[in-house]
């Protein structure tokens, strides 16, 4: 081999190193940006997980607060339910009544009638013995 021959031979190992190592300087330039933005993206998705888990833990507590008041309303409801009477409770109590009024409606009036009869007789006798002292004078 000549010496000129091994002088380009030497140039282009120069020549092809230069290009590899720019190669490599550009592989690596690409990996710490495929590597910066695989970690930007992996803070937004850390940060967007927290903020949803954050929101999630909000409405989990909005939801309690609902079913809490929800319950309330309910146990409301059923204690409204079990110290209210029931409508066949009500009939009957209303029927007793009813019949307690007549049975003291009727007392009072055959009271009434015994004393209207009382007062008549009273009256009678009084009016009788009147008329029968004019007569004798």
Known sequence: MSPEEKQVIEDLRDYFTKQIDGVRELIGERDRLYT???????????????????ATMKEEASSDAKF?????????????LNKAMTRLEAESRFA?????????????QEKIESAISVWISAIMKWWTDRVLRIRLL
């Open 68 to 80: 809490k008041s929800v319950n309330e309303l309910r146990a409301l409801a059923n204690d409204i």
């Open 96 to 108: 007793a009544l009813a019949e307690k009024m007549e049975a003291a409606a009727k007392s009072n």
């Open 36 to 54: 910066d933005r695989f970690n930007a993206q992996e803070k937004a998705v850390l940060a967007a997980l927290a903020s949803a888990k954050e």
